[in-house]
């Protein structure tokens, strides 16, 4: 367990070694010195629509990491920090729902590790040093009515007049907003400090609908170190090494005694039943893979968000095929500490070790267990697999492989 851990720790600093190479940490060495000078620095600050799930939020903070260590890697905005938005209200956590309290990144993230690759505040670290956050500038960012006018889609941003910000400032009554912006953008985020200019001496800005723009180095050597740089929470590797090593008995990163699966259902249950299979045909596919492919796993590890009658159906009917059925429950403690995000890192974590790899398709949930997978080394046909609807075509997984 200890070894596993290890393993999966040095993974950041490895990435910050790197980057003392590469010139970056001497550029976060005088950003950091500019954190001590809360006059001189320039937050950006961003939301996501609230409707997103947390693995899209992922990606879309990847856009705005890289867009800041782009900038300082070649001298520029130096003094600029991004501000990480706090999870709150997430829809799909249904069980923290009473619950409102905005967490910071670092329930999730180890955040010393993103700080490893671009420069980024923990808002509870602003907090600290600023009692009240007064935003000068929100640009409210939406969509062109029509993204292909005349039949292209081009890079574009246009100021327009009338727009309502419907976010609620994760519910702080300590963060203003002097002005509201509305911006209608679409393209490259690259295009964003165009937009930013507009007010060159506003010192916190922020931008929601962060989701809008797009990412700029997509599957890049760029993208991947800024994934690499996203590791979990501490304590979360090692509450998801704890049960790999108890019910698995492995000790190393890639465990050859069982199947992964991520079993999206819920919304996707409901409304994309293309793409996903009934219960009865996960079952079958389940056991057709297994037989053909990994003849001597018999544990099969399901991370899901179905409701508990479907998991009972699932876990009793693989169980008469001969199956070991392992699903991650979290104790009270658990729960409370980490929340619904947590158990689903969790969850997370334990499929990204496992032989083989079996998920949902057009899932961020599944995406994010791939680009583990990747990270640490496993053969692309244990990974890119997904489960196929009952009936009709069923795509291949496209293989998003890392750049090291
Ligand atoms: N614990 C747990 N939660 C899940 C699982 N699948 C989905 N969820 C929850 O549902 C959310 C789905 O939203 P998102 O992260 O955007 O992934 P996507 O909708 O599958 O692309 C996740 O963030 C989790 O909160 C699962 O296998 N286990
Ligand atoms: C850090 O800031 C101090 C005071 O503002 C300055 O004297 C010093 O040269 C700075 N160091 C670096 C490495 O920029
Ligand atoms: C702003 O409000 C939040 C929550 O109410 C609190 O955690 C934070 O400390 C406040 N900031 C300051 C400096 O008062
Ligand atoms: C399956 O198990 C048998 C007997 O335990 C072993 O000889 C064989 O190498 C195993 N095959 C694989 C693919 O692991
Ligand atoms: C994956 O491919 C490798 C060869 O590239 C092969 O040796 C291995 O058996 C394959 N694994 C599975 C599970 O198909
Ligand atoms: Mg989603």
């Not at 997103?52 to 520029?76: C, P, S, T």
């Not at 249904?94 to 955040?111: E, G, M, Q």
């Not at 729960?335 to 997370?348: C, P, R, S, T, Y």
């Not at 949902?360 to 990747?374: L, N």
Request: proline share 3%.
């Amino acid at each position: 367990m200890r070894l596993l851990y290890i393993l999966v720790f040095i993974r950041c600093i490895a990435v910050s070694q790197q980057q003392e190479n590469s010139g970056f940490c001497e550029a976060s060495r005088e950003c950091s010195n500019q954190s001590n000078n809360v006059m001189n620095r320039r937050l950006l600050f961003y939301d996501v629509n609230p409707l997103e799930g947390f693995n899209l939020r992922r990606d879309v903070y990847m856009r705005f990491a890289i867009l800041l260590h782009e900038a300082q890697k070649h001298g520029k905005r130096k003094n600029w920090f991004l501000v990480l938005p706090p999870f709150q209200n997430l829809i799909h956590w249904r069980s923290s729902i009473a619950d409102n309290d905005p967490l910071p990144w670092s329930t999730f993230f180890d955040v010393s590790c993103l700080k490893t690759f671009a420069p980024v505040l923990d808002l509870h670290e602003v907090f600290i040093q600023e009692p009240k956050i007064d935003i000068d500038v929100l640009y409210m960012f939406q969509g062109f009515d029509d993204p292909f006018e005349n039949g292209i889609f081009e890079d574009k941003w246009q100021i327009v007049n009338n727009c309502k910000y419907d976010g609620n400032l994760w519910g702080f009554k300590n963060i203003t907003v002097k002005e509201v912006v509305c911006v209608k953008f679409q393209g490259l985020i690259g295009k964003l400090w165009e937009v930013l200019s507009l007010h060159p001496s506003a010192k916190k800005v922020m931008v929601t609908h962060g989701e809008i723009p797009l990412h700029s180095n997509y599957g890049s050597k760029t993208y991947w170190d800024c994934r690499k740089s996203m590791n979990f929470n501490k304590e979360l590797v090692e509450i998801a090494q704890k049960y790999i090593s108890k019910n698995f008995d492995c000790e190393t990163v890639k465990c050859n005694n069982y199947v992964s699966v991520h079993w999206r259902r819920q919304d996707f249950a409901q409304s994309r039943s293309r793409d996903v299979p009934s219960l009865e045909g996960t079952v079958k596919q389940l056991d057709k893979i297994i037989k053909k492919e990994l003849k001597n796993i018999t544990n099969i590890f399901i991370a899901t968000d179905a409701f508990t009658y479907e998991i009972d159906g699932l876990e009793s009917k693989l169980n008469v095929l001969g199956y070991e059925v392992y699903l991650y429950t979290p104790t009270e403690l658990e729960l409370a500490n980490f929340k619904d995000g947590g158990v689903a890192i969790i969850e997370q974590i334990i499929c990204s070790h496992a032989a083989y790899f079996i998920g949902t398709h057009e899932s961020t949930f599944t995406f994010r267990i791939q680009e583990e997978r990747e990270i640490m080394g496993f053969e692309t046909n244990t990974t890119f697999n997904r489960l196929c609807p009952d009936s009709g075509f069923c795509e291949k997984p496209s293989k998003w492989t890392v750049v090291n």
